[in-house]
Nanobody
């Protein structure tokens, strides 16, 4: 069983930066592909970014490419989402999700939703 706990959300102004963290329990963190999703009020949950277990592969939604950066520290069992140049449309609850993969280089496609574990989410609000 893996527990995911997100942190780092908050209220910021447009143009500001934030770094979200997702801390995972367990001893095989490097075998999990990790993904950040977000859900704005009245909208479906959407893919933001994903990273392979080895951290060698990443993939981003077009809406956040060049502004957000996903990274991980397997020694700390933590995945991060660095967010720069935040916009009001980035306002959402941000969730991290974990999927165990057979290869640490596996990168999951944005449409993949069958994750093994989900966090409880952290709120990010960007004011204009």
């Amino acid at each position: 069983q893996v527990q995911l706990v997100e942190s780092g959300g908050g209220l910021v102004q447009a143009g500001d930066s934030l770094r979200l963290s997702c801390a995972a329990s367990g001893r095989t963190f490097s075998m999990y592909s990790m993904t950040w999703f977000r859900q704005a009020p009245g909208k479906e949950r959407e893919f933001v970014a994903t990273i392979s277990g080895s951290a060698g592969n990443t993939l981003y939604a077009d809406s956040v490419k060049d502004r957000f950066a996903i990274s991980r520290d397997n020694a700390k069992n933590t995945v991060y989402l660095g967010m720069n140049s935040l916009k009001p449309e980035d306002t959402a609850v941000y969730y991290c999700a974990a999927k165990r993969t057979s290869k640490s280089v596996t990168i999951l496609p944005p449409e993949f939703k069958a994750y093994d574990y989900w966090g409880q989410g952290t709120q990010v609000t960007v004011s204009s």
